[in-house]
């Protein structure tokens, strides 16, 4: 074979041996694998809503006294649960696989978490679905990545992506949700696996696509504030500063945790009595502020519409931090995001109250806003998720608002595993 041939015929099988490429788009098989797991993520968090809303109305039929040993005994049931059955852990324990478990979230305890925080949520607990869902979710997208034998980034940004899908559908958020996935993870850096930024977009969209048809979810603002209207470059100062006080109440939050946190823990208990005793202790508040009773999805219009007194104000403040802070450190299992923010509606209100001649949209906004990113560390979601939840058109005095209570948060994070290694 003369030589000019034998080149062809290298040429030749040099570029059979090349993979077909049929598309040339950015577009590729990958996009299919998070739109799956996006439409599953959906699923799972349609099922969960439903099955939460048909609780939470048979348990609305207790109230008043009633509440006290209903909510004792619902946490009873959720420490069984997770006796016998497993500790799925908390928000912490998630951030600490996915950054140092090689992005794993194992699947095993998924039952104990949804069947533990139903009976929590649906009780009246100041927890909300947020943190069983990225749990769950998560750890659907690790085992899917486990089935096709990814490892490394891949794995990980998986799961993350699963962990976007489950938070997106709860707050109808599909921007906000994916970036807070990202955040949440680190306590400084904000984008620390930004290589999951793609996967997790793609798998949040299709999964608010999903959950919107399951329970008929629109588009709009979840929580009734006024309009707001830009009154002149004030307004930022303004935002700032309603900002700084927001962050103080973050402080007492996590001061207020941290101390009853140790108490538990200074004699073990077991955590069907530690449960026992928190959802005692929870039903004791909401007999005397029914408001404080649930998580807040819908207690903040209600908050919002009411004309409560000054004094009441202030008193649903306090016992809406004790009431989280007493939910979080007894064993109780669910998300404190959305209580956060119900924390911060009640300061905008009492700020407002004090001071009427301020713009009250902007106060309630910028004090939800630098509460929450206080103690989770996520102003970029934090902006995003406030805007769309309430409607407010304008980021940037919900940014300044968030980059404050960023910036002014303590410099050990709440959630210890953003910062190191357990």
Known sequence: MKLKQKR????????????ARFNPFVFSRTFLLWAFLG??????????????????HKLAYFTGWQVIPLMAICGLLAGLVIHF??????????????????GKLDPKNNPSMVLSSLLCVASGGSLGPEAPLVQVTGSTGTWL??????KGEELRSLSIAGMASGFTALFGAPLGGSLFSLEILHHKHAVEYYKAIIPAFVASCFSYLVFALIVHLGLGPTW???????????????????????????????FCTKFLKSAFERKPIPIYIKTLMGGFLLGVIAFYFPITRYFGHHEINELLSSDFSLALLFGILAFKIIAIVITVTSGWRGGFIIPLFFVG????????????????????VSCMAAINACVTRTPMSTTILLATLTGFGHFIPILFASLTGYFLAPKIPFIGSQMVKE
């Open 345 to 364: 509606a009640t300061m905008g209100l009492i700020i407002y109250q004090l001071f009427p001649s301020i713009n009250l949209t902007l106060a309630i």
């Open 85 to 102: 059955i497993g500790d799925p852990g908390e928000i912490h324990l998630i951030v600490n696989n996915i950054r140092f478990n090689k």
């Open 145 to 150: 990545g486990k089935m096709l034998r990814l």
């Open 224 to 254: 009734d504030l006024s309009a707001y209207e830009y009154s002149g470059v004030f307004d930022f100062g303004f935002a700032v500063l309603f900002a700084i006080i927001g962050a103080a109440v973050g402080w007492l939050f996590i």
């Open 8 to 19: 062809k015929l290298v040429r030749y099988l040099d570029i059979l041996d090349q993979p």
């Open 39 to 56: 439409l599953i993520g959906g699923i799972i968090a349609g099922g969960y809503w439903i099955g939460l809303e048909f609780l939470m």
